[in-house]
T-cell receptor
Framework: GAGVSQSPSNKVTEKGKDVELRCDPI?????LYWYRQRLGQGLEFLIY????????KSGLPSDRFSAERTGESVSTLTIQRTQQEDSAVYLC?????????????FGSGTRLTVV | KNEVEQSPQNLTAQEGEFITINCSYS?????LHWLQQHPGGGIVSLFM???GKKKHGRLIATINIQEKHSSLHITASHPRDSAVYIC???????????FGTGTRLQVTL
């Protein structure tokens, strides 16, 4: 596609429920990243995919968080048993390749509110 | 101490003023990025630098690798430049970005 597409744009969920966030990167971009931005705070790295594998998952905050990528395209970030501290904007970005030195294109994010 | 520090945290300017936002980092990097985040959250990549200087319209970004410092300049600022400007780096050969805390810019008429 022309840009990085994320869905849903907004999600309100009850504490304890599972949520799935989707990211559709730019076609041909092999690297895909998930970041999180809590209200009033900076961006935090969650996970990086190169192709369908995830060489860096160091930012996932707990085992309730998981992500997968299929077909070197769409990625899904899943949060199980959501907690209020999971409320944030979840941003996806893609780049032509990994390894740094390439520009990033960001999606518009999914605003997750856990009530 | 954060690996990427920005200053100032907040900046108010009048339309037409020349603006400078600074970024210092404490680690080896392969690239430095300047990003713009508008209210509503969308992030746009402005520049990627590994050396020297880049210019795009009224925006200029410079980097001094020896001093581990970068600046983003906005000439003839306009209210539509109001946004949060974020400095981010690729540390070493890392693919992920490490972010500064951002500079909130408000340009008034």
């Amino acid at each position: 596609g022309a840009g990085v597409s994320q869905s849903p744009s907004n999600k309100v969920t009850e504490k304890g429920k599972d949520v799935e966030l989707r990211c559709d990167p730019i076609s041909g971009h092999t690297a895909l990243y998930w970041y999180r931005q809590r209200l009033g705070q900076g961006l935090e790295f969650l996970i990086y995919f190169q192709g369908n594998s995830a060489p860096d998952k160091s930012g996932l905050p707990s085992d309730r968080f998981s992500a997968e990528r299929t077909g070197e395209s769409v990625s899904t970030l899943t949060i199980q048993r959501t907690q209020q501290e999971d409320s944030a904007v979840y941003l996806c970005a893609s780049s032509l390749q990994g390894g740094g030195g390439y520009g990033y294109t960001f999606g518009s994010g999914t605003r997750l509110t856990v009530v | 101490k954060n690996e990427v520090e920005q200053s100032p945290q907040n900046l108010t300017a009048q339309e037409g003023e020349f603006i400078t936002i600074n970024c210092s980092y404490s680690v080896g990097i392969s690239a430095l990025h300047w990003l713009q985040q508008h209210p509503g959250g969308g992030i746009v990549s402005l520049f990627m630098l590994s050396s020297g200087k880049k210019k795009h319209g009224r925006l200029i970004a410079t980097i001094n690798i020896q001093e581990k410092h970068s600046s983003l300049h906005i000439t003839a600022s306009h209210p539509r430049d109001s946004a949060v400007y974020i400095c981010a780096v690729n540390t070493g050969t890392a693919s992920k970005l490490t972010f500064g805390t951002g500079t909130r810019l408000q340009v008034t008429l």
